[in-house]
């Protein structure tokens, strides 16, 4: 079977810098990063920009089902349709394939902080939990945590009903969403699909689970490339961000406005020892650039800070691409996990068709595992 | 070289060559299919936690395995090796740990569950009033740091693929109650791109704890007829009222038919169809005019080279929720026609639970030893027809039948619908 070429018609992107792909792309040529260290001090993290959520959700009766995670990827979500000129368009909506990446949780805070103040000494500690959750727990709070949910408020929100697929598995998920709704595409599986992700780096137990890790940076801001030497870690940003794909000749025979070839993604999820990110960035790179021409390109790495993956990614990038200008994602909107390799795509092909480079790899370093490149060109 | 097998759109045939199945029933094909085909209720009561406070006090749980730290990840990843293991090994494809293909796994949704932020609490010393400030100073400690995996969307699919030697990265996936089918249709696709000659197509569900427990029970979803356990789950009769939690794991290998053949195994069946399709009615409930399921079911059938006739049972998602059964009957008669009424469907459900992200792929495991025995396990605990279902449920009792092509149906919340179609032969 011939494969189809792969087109990038639509982009939504959202985080602390902004909405939109303007702000995005001329942060590429230098920004303050928006970075708030005082409301869950001493950590940091790069807070959403305020969003007027009607714009994108205009019921309030969606808006209150949904966790901050969710109205983030429903909001990027419908900025991306918009974009591709699909928003409203219940033909094609509706046999439009859905594939999200997503973690999940969002809790009720208060009510975690209360179950534990009393867990201590209650008589009958498995009684008393049952009874504080059947009576403090609000029953939306499942739908609005549970990690499909953000796929499927899309659905109800947009009216994306071809297929949903939600995948879980922090940064791997967004490499793997892309990869294989593109491989589809290719194949003849799909016509149009909804990709990308969102996160909210807002959240204590969020920052929790990486810090058992050891995984946050715990100075100033810095970017991510110098992080290492002073104990490494990212600092965990909130957004979304979501990019229609479309096959060419069908993006074509509605006339659709191509922002970007996408050429190739790769992934792949090695076992981490001194060297294998090096060594596994070098095959992903022979799988998606072969022979590609370097000039008039940039890389936008989705590199998080870490100690060890960053210095080997960094040489990894320095060595295949000489010369080549790599932007890291992380230093101007945090580390968005599961959409982090989205935002990068979003931001790469937003760049691209605004004319500000020819061609873009985007790169992704899990940084507990998973590797990810993804390679698109520009369409003149 | 010999012409390459393809089905009537030109595409390779998906080929199953191995079945894994933990269930509350036990472990391995033998004593599921012995149970399932017995009417052998694997729910009962659960002693698993306290029950105290709470409408429903019953689950079909696995525990007889164990795994430690207790919590879902846990024991879902115990089961998952289980299943996977024992499909690896009836296909006898590859090395020991180098599965040649890749992996597919659905995964329950996790997180950190209660005895860790307690353990977290202690550790951090708060008195009075404990907030997430303490329990992120405890963790500041560095003693928890193999929580952080524990407790990851992606570890799981991670152990697994390590140590099945699985290839490329392993992926994750949740749609809801139709996980362990959408595993499946991801193996399928793969196999049919030719990205791949073999796939490991794994749903797991090892999550019965207090809170997952009270969620669905606040959602009105779960059955409160405790008493007896095994008679709660009551899919597709009148006195239904929800649906029962239970845990296990299933495991597929999918394999391109001629690379099947090329190594001389032994082929038990095919995945022919998958039909799938979103609805965006509500976050639980079907659209009233089942038009999303209707598609989904006719969708597979029709991605099978087939017409409804050929169908000849089907593995029901049948949950025993007043919705579900109502919806799903209601889209099989509009795709199968009067021809419907004859034609058998039971649910799984009604003796192992809602084994929820496995469920797809344990009753994709049941299809398959349907068709390889022809013998239909029954719906138990059918005592009081629905007269708004008239559907032939195989009541309480297994029936011998001719099969040669099942139909596998998972709905989920968020609007998850997706439909599987095997069969013992090529459409």
Same mark, same amino acid.
């Given at each position: ?96 394939? &859905? ?37 403090? &727990? ?243 | ?7 009537? %759109? ?65 024991? %879902? ?63 500041? %400690? ?207 459900? %009604? ?77």
């Amino acid at each position: 079977m011939s494969k189809r070429e792969v087109w990038i018609t639509g982009i939504g992107l959202v985080s602390s810098l902004g909405e939109g792909t303007e702000t995005h792309v001329a942060a590429l040529g230098g920004v303050t990063p928006s970075v708030d260290g005082e409301r869950f001090a001493p950590h940091r993290l790069h807070p959403a920009v305020p969003l007027a959520w009607e714009q994108q959700i205009p019921k309030k009766a969606d808006q209150r089902q949904m966790e901050a995670w969710q109205k983030l990827g429903v909001y990027a979500a419908g900025l991306a349709l918009a974009d591709a000129g699909l928003k409203d368009d219940k033909e094609r909506l509706g046999r439009m394939e &859905l594939v999200v990446a997503a973690g999940g949780g969002e809790r009720d805070y208060v009510v975690d902080g209360q179950i534990l103040t009393g867990l201590p000494t209650a008589n009958d500690a498995g009684a008393f939990l049952n009874e504080r959750l059947m009576n403090d &727990l609000r029953p939306t709070l499942f739908l609005a945590q549970l990690s499909n949910l953000l796929a499927g408020n899309i659905s109800i929100v947009h009216g994306v009903t071809g297929g949903t697929r939600t995948f879980m598995g922090e940064e791997q998920a967004g490499v793997d969403a892309v990869r294989i709704a593109a491989a589809r595409i290719a194949a003849g599986q799909g016509d149009t699909f909804l990709v990308g992700g969102a996160y909210n780096a807002e959240r204590p137990d969020i920052l929790l689970i990486y810090e058992m890790g050891g995984f946050l940076w715990a100075h100033d801001f810095a970017s991510v490339w110098d992080r290492p030497g002073h104990g490494g870690g990212f600092i965990p940003g909130s957004g979304a961000a979501f990019l229609v794909l479309e096959a060419a000749d069908t993006a074509g025979a509605r006339g659709a406005r191509p922002l970007a070839r996408l050429d190739a993604v790769a992934a792949d999820l090695t076992r981490r020892a001194p060297g294998s990110v090096d060594r596994s960035l070098a095959r992903l790179w022979a799988q998606v650039s072969p022979g590609a021409p370097r000039s008039k390109g940039a890389i936008l790495s989705g590199a998080t800070g870490v100690v060890g993956i960053t210095e080997e990614e960094r040489g990894a990038l320095a060595r295949l691409a000489q010369g080549v200008r790599v932007y890291a994602t992380g230093d101007l909107i945090g580390h968005m996990l599961e959409a982090q390799f989205p935002a990068g795509l979003a931001l790469a092909a937003a760049a691209l068709a605004a004319g500000s480079f020819e061609e873009a790899t985007v790169t992704s370093v899990g940084h507990t595992r998973g590797e990810g490149l993804a390679r698109i060109t520009r369409i003149t | 070289m010999t012409t390459p097998h393809r089905d009537r %759109s030109g595409r390779p045939l998906v080929a199953v060559t191995g079945l894994g199945i933990v269930t509350s029933l036990g472990e391995g094909r033998d004593d599921n299919w012995a149970a399932l085909t017995g009417g052998r209720s694997g729910i009962h009561r659960i002693d698993r936690f306290a029950t105290d406070n709470l409408r429903t006090t019953i689950a079909a749980t696995v525990d007889f395995v164990a795994a430690e730290p207790f919590c879902a990840p846990a024991l %879902s990843q115990e089961l998952a090796v289980r299943a996977v293991a024992e499909a690896i090994g009836q296909a006898a494809i590859g090395q020991a740990g180098d599965f040649p293909g890749a992996l597919f796994i659905a995964v329950p949704p996790v997180e950190m569950e209660w005895p860790q932020r307690l353990a977290l609490a202690q550790a951090s010393g708060a008195a009075g009033d404990v907030t997430y400030a303490d329990l992120i100073a405890a963790a500041r %400690s560095g003693r928890f740091k193999t929580w952080h995996d524990l407790f990851l969307f992606g570890s799981v699919a991670d152990h697994v693929a390590e140590r099945f030697g699985t290839k490329g990265s392993p992926v994750s996936l949740s749609t809801a109650c139709s996980s362990g089918a959408t595993a499946i249709q991801l193996g399928v696709e793969a196999i049919r791109r030719g990205e791949v000659e073999a796939a490991l197509c794994v749903g797991t569900d090892g999550s019965v704890n207090p809170e997952s427990l009270i969620r669905f029970s606040l959602l009105s979803a779960l059955s409160t007829q405790n008493d007896p356990p095994g008679a709660a789950s009551k899919p597709f009769s009148k006195n239904r009222d929800g649906f029962v939690m239970g845990e296990g794991a299933a495991a597929l290998v999918l394999e391109d038919y001629d690379h099947a053949l090329a190594r001389g195994a032994t082929v038990l069946g095919f995945v022919l169809g998958c039909g799938e399709r979103g609805d965006s009615f509500h976050r639980t409930r079907s659209s009233p005019d089942g038009a999303p399921i209707i598609a989904a079911i006719r969708e597979a059938i029709d991605d099978a080279g087939l017409t409804p006739d050929a169908i000849d049972y089907v593995n029901a998602h049948g949950t025993a929720t007043p919705e579900n059964d109502k919806m799903e009957s209601l889209g099989l008669m509009a795709v199968l026609g009067e021809r419907m009424s004859g034609v058998p469907i039971s649910s799984n459900k %009604s003796m192992i639970g809602h084994t929820l992200t496995a469920a797809g792929a344990i009753e994709a495991v049941a299809s398959l030893m349907t068709l390889q025995t022809g013998r239909l396990p029954p719906t138990i605990n059918f005592q009081v027809p629905d007269p708004a279902i008239a559907l032939d449920v195989v009541p309480n009792v297994a029936r011998d039948a001719s099969v040669t092509r099942v139909l596998s149906n998972s709905f989920g919340f968020g609007g998850q619908n997706t439909c599987l179609v095997f069969g013992a032969e090529p459409a």
